[in-house]
């Protein structure tokens, strides 16, 4: 089956804009969790969707959010970009979330902000 | 708050035993996760602890003990393409959280 999709998969933005990303689910997972990874920070929890609500959420700032729709999908958004917003972006899609589960990660998309 | 301590690279040689240690502080404890991220790809899932005790899948084990706060990965019969980072992750209060990833350096 397939897996995690998540487009794109490099993004270059000017500070000030906005981005959205999206991550495809393997079918039938209906939780998607978002997470932002960088050198110095490591992997750093964002916000989980399970059936299209926002389940739990991470220590970011309200430029990031995100949505779940019908089918699983999920974006991200993020506004006003920074430049220390330039880092790889992983989505992850589980059966039933939580941290008891397999999550099987997408490839990511890198985001440089400049 | 909650934190996970990984030390940041090991280093072994092909066919040798390495363990990955991560110690843990959080409250709301439900268990410990492994992930592997080989350079440029995506984390993969390894195996998860919920109990003390040793799991065993493979060439990979892992090992808890909630008491000490503590688990770690165990990698036998190491080979080349082992070579990657490593990450302890835990639930609590509905969150994720992981620790600073070790980077597995095999040579031959």
């Known amino acids: 089956k397939a897996g995690v999709t998540q487009t794109p998969r490099y993004l270059i933005k000017t500070r000030g804009q906005q981005v959205t990303l999206s991550c495809s689910p393997i079918?039938?997972?209906?939780?998607v969790s978002w997470y932002q990874q960088t050198p110095g920070q490591g992997l750093q929890f964002l916000f989980e969707?399970?059936?299209?609500?926002?389940?739990n959420k991470g220590n970011f700032p309200g430029r990031f959010s995100g949505r779940q729709f019908s089918n699983s999908r999920s974006e991200m958004n993020v506004s006003t970009l920074e430049l220390g917003d330039s880092a790889l972006y992983l989505c992850?899609?589980?059966?039933?979330?939580?941290?008891?589960?397999?999550?099987?990660f997408g490839q990511g998309t890198r985001l440089t902000v400049v | 708050g909650q934190s996970l301590e990984q030390p940041s690279e090991v280093t072994a040689v092909e066919g040798a035993i390495v363990q990955i240690n991560c110690t843990y502080q959080?409250?709301?404890?439900?268990?410990l996760s492994w992930y592997q991220q080989h350079d440029g790809g995506a984390p993969t899932f390894l195996s998860y602890?919920?109990?003390?005790g040793l799991e065993e899948t493979g060439r990979f084990s892992s090992f808890l003990s909630r008491s000490d706060s503590y688990g770690y990965l165990l990698l036998q019969e190491l080979q080349m393409k082992d070579s990657a980072s490593y990450f302890c992750?835990?639930?609590?209060?509905?969150?994720?959280?992981f620790g600073s990833g070790t980077k597995l350096n095999v040579k031959p």
């Open positions: 602890n919920a109990l003390d």
């Open positions: 079918s039938g997972h209906r939780s």
């Open positions: 992750s835990t639930y609590n209060f509905n969150k994720f959280y």
């Open positions: 959080t409250s709301g404890f439900y268990g």
């Open positions: 969707y399970f059936s299209e609500t926002q389940r």
């Open positions: 992850a899609s589980s059966l039933r979330g939580g941290g008891d589960t397999e999550a099987f």
